[in-house]
């Protein structure tokens, strides 16, 4: 410990500020301004300036002021702007509610089409398929006739020609071939 009084010895002392000294300054600085205020409230001088100031002019002061366009018209041409504006709105919402109606008629003749396009894809798809149908029966009886004529041996297929009534043939014929022949082809 010997050391630690040694240094505090050693070193110089710093002179404390005294606070008072500061605060005396601030105080009678505060009571200036106070004093000052209390003056200018009590006297009327205050009021003075902004009664003069009242009534000088904008020209005086120097200062612009903005130009108001509606308090520049007369009332006929602000009634007649404002009678304007009203019709323009009323014409504005009418063709408003015409688009919508026509909008409306649009949604609506869609819908149709789209209807429409379905029905006509399901009538493509039921042709397609009887196309098919048609096209296989008629081969189809092609090729049962002829298997039975083939299977036939040439004695009696030739015996069974040469019996056969050329009208009865001729109609068998006929009506194997008529039998698609009102169904669509490719």
Do not use: W
């Not at 006929?76 to 063709?95: C, G």
């Not at 002829?146 to 009208?167: G, H, I, N, R, W």
Request: net charge negative; charged share 30%; aromatic share 4%.
């Amino acid at each position: 410990m010997s050391t630690e009084k040694q240094k505090k010895k050693a070193a110089p002392k710093k002179k404390k500020r005294s606070l008072k000294a500061g605060r005396g300054a601030l105080f009678v600085l505060s009571v200036v301004l106070f004093m000052s205020a209390v003056v200018r409230v009590f006297s009327g001088t205050g009021a003075a300036i902004a009664k003069e100031v009242a009534h000088l002019t904008k020209e005086e002061m120097h200062v612009e002021a903005p130009v108001d366009p509606i308090a520049c018209m007369a009332d006929e041409e602000l009634d007649s702007l404002i009678t304007a504006l009203r019709k323009r709105e009323k014409a504005v919402e009418e063709k408003e509610r015409e688009i919508e109606e026509k909008l409306a008629v649009v949604d609506v003749a869609r819908a149709e089409i789209e209807e429409s396009f379905k029905a006509l894809e399901v009538a493509e798809e039921r042709l397609a398929a009887t196309m098919a149908i048609s096209n296989s029966a008629a081969e189809d009886d092609l090729a049962r006739l002829t298997s039975v004529y083939e299977s036939m041996k040439p004695k009696d297929s030739a015996a069974l020609f040469q019996a056969m009534d050329p009208d009865f043939a001729y109609t068998v014929s006929v009506i194997l071939a008529g039998r698609n022949a009102n169904a669509p082809s490719e």
